[in-house]
Nanobody
Framework: QVQLVESGGGLVQPGGSLRLSCAAS????????MGWYRQVPGKQRDLVAF???????NYADSVKGRFTISRDNAKNTVDLQMNSLEPEDTAVYYCNAYLRTRWDFPSNDYWGQGTQVTVSS
């Protein structure tokens, strides 16, 4: 089985910073990409950022210049450094991995359980 475990969420004041971490473990053959999504009640889950195994990145327009995604392929981890946080960043953040469990299996999406980020004074 594959498990993704997030950590680093919490309560922070506007303008503050948080660093989210996600570790993938289990039956993993290769990881094509990992990323972070966020969701608030009553709204869809939206992409925040993703990074491929080769290091290519993509960010949502709302977080460009404030968030930085990074990865350690050897450890199957991905981090999201969040700076200059705003109340609008408040959401449950979910880690996602697009990976293969076997060489002859196609890649598929796996999700973490989510971690709450609250930006409030």
């Amino acid at each position: 089985q594959v498990q993704l475990v997030e950590s680093g969420g919490g309560l922070v004041q506007p303008g503050g910073s948080l660093r989210l971490s996600c570790a993938a473990s289990g039956s993993i053959f290769s990881i094509d990409a990992m990323g972070w999504y966020r969701q608030v009640p009553g709204k869809q889950r939206d992409l925040v950022a993703f990074i491929t195994s080769g290091g290519s990145t993509n960010y949502a327009d709302s977080v460009k210049g404030r968030f930085t995604i990074s990865r350690d392929n050897a450890k199957n981890t991905v981090d999201l450094q969040m700076n200059s946080l705003e109340p609008e960043d408040t959401a449950v953040y979910y880690c996602n991995a697009y990976l293969r469990t076997r060489w002859d299996f196609p890649s598929n999406d796996y999700w973490g359980q989510g971690t709450q980020v609250t930006v409030s004074s």
